[in-house]
């Protein structure tokens, strides 16, 4: 099966074909979605927000060259990412949108002069605007009605957030009862959780010291703190917050943005005391300049500004496009950057087998946190060649002993971005990357251009198999209380949990064990019982669960669940895989099993192609069969209701007038219909709009049926 090639320098949007551009759109999101998940749910980025923007710049011009991608679970129509499970789920009655990015003094013009043409404002005249520095921290939404905290809310999807109000009780800035005059009878009061910097470093050494997790930055660690189930561990760490802004509001005290924000200090919040109101794009510009000249000494991380349109019935009349508000913009601030020595380059094995090169440098501050590692990204780069989006370096290879230039961007892993070589040793000599996996001794290979060498070791290789099993257990697979990553590590190199079925067996070998897992440290009678009663709470699992849990390339939480939803139970996809497998040949794969999960909505040939490669490994299929026997997986909730069309497969196609295709499709899903993106043999209904044309036409090849909006509106209310 041919594997999709990615090329050294990204081609120009304007370029691509339809298909090409589908492809690239669809590499795009799936990277999105996992940078979301690691974001929002995990409090783990791995990549800085400047890569991040890169992403969505992309994924945007993609949009705007066809518009039909921009379905509205596309990553530049969603917000955050779903609510973590473990904690009560807020539905947001005003929806926490995110904002729009500029990178450029002139980008900010083009935003000043977007609203006076919206709002039809004279030449001479010029919209205040209200300029905040932008907390690098954790969005929240705090509901008081007659004056009393009664829910506090993290942004979450934007629309869907987690119940966090008894940890949020034990943070000192958050008043549990408002203060003053023109108290609303309900409002919804907005801002940022944070931690301050020598909080962060005290809060990591006080970690590294009881062997805890350490983390990467302080927004994480506020995340991480603020989403504790024991209340308890908030307390005890120094979170503060800021108010800048609100959602639902009865009646509103102010108004204007800055006087809201007065009324917000007057009812007993902290508010930033670097907020300025501004006249000028001029007097814009100068303070994001000073912000960012102070950034450094701040006691707090910020990663830009934030301008608001001051007046809120302009702001009311703006509204919003997509996902963010027309009268605010966020102006982000350029990575920060350090110059230091790289010591060594080591080199780490994901759970995919992927070798990742890492800078081991000589400790450097860059914005206020200690750096000493930093990624290289892959053997390319290293070597100076392609860039992939990343920073281009102009051919120059890194060498161990080099002294880079270190670039930290949003907060998170940093980068190595150049090299200073009039500093470079005489004895330094360029870096041969391994052809071997450190971990296992197995050839490591690049396959189709690919800029990431891999392991072939698979199951054998110690470095995948921890990784894949911490992955099995992990929230959004079989979520197993009380076998996290640490009892993970610890089990496997025991030799007691050395695959995902060793688990599920673990009771039974330790009842015949000499050494008794209750005698081990650590582990006491109680510790033991719960562990194993735990375990045998997850016999049975969610299907999309289980397939999420699998670890195949490209699916996440979010195509589990389309293949879930496809297949039904685990015996059908199984056996679709398996026969999909089969009609691997070296001219691709037609068999009907591949294009029928190809076809499906939103899974495209690069995740079918990742998920049929797992069936092929017939190691993969032992684990999945023993897995089989030891649990049971539960078929996919049916639809609701029945309907003419339950179990029926649709395309949709052509302009639809009397809805949209993401209402077309969300109606047909809920009815127990199958969407799909393009007209098989299987297909049983093709709703054909206005301009249909090559679908229609094969399908009237096809002798499929065609049915008018009318048509199907008729057979859907029958």
Known sequence: MPKPKSTKVLPDVA????????REWTRLALEMEAHNERYYQKDAPTISDAAYDELRRRIEAVEARFPEFATTDSPTQTVGAAPARGFAKVQHVVPMLSLGNAFSDEEVQEFVDRVRRFLRLDADEMPAIVAEPKIDGLSLSLRYENGELVRAATRGD???????????RTIKDVPHHLKGRNIPSACELRGEVYMLKKDFLALNKKQAEADDTVFANPRNSAAGSLRQKDVSITASRPLKFFAYAWGEMVERPADTQHGMLKWLADAGFVVNPLIELCKSVEDVLAF??????ARASLDYDIDGVVYKIDRLDWQERLGFVSRSPRWAIAHKFAAEQATTVLEKIDIQVGRTGALTPVARLTPVTVGGVVVQNATLHNEDYIKGIGNDGLPIRDGVDIREGDTVVVQRAGDVIPQVVSVVLDKRPRTAKPYAFPHTCPACGSHAVRENDEVVRRCTGALICPAQAVERLKHFVSRLAFDIEGLGEKQIQQFYHEGLITTPVDIFTLQRRDAEAEQKLANREGYGEVSTR???AAIDARRRIELHRFIFALGIRHVGEGNAKLLARHYGSIDAFREAMLAAAV????????????QDLNNIAGIGDIVADAVVEFFVESRNVTVLDALLREIEVLPAEKPRQTSPVSGKTVVFTGSLTKFTRDEAKAVAERLGAKVAGSVSKKTDYVVAGEDAGSKLAKARELGVAVLTEDEWLGLIEG
């Open 15 to 22: 370029t691509l074909t339809k298909a090409q551009a589908k």
């Open 158 to 168: 934007g629309f869907t957030g987690e119940d966090v109000t008894e940890n949020v």
């Open 288 to 293: 994001y300049r000073r912000i960012g000249d």
């Open 530 to 532: 719960n562990l194993f």
């Open 583 to 594: 009609g691997l040949s070296d001219d691709g794969n037609t068999s009907e099993a591949y």
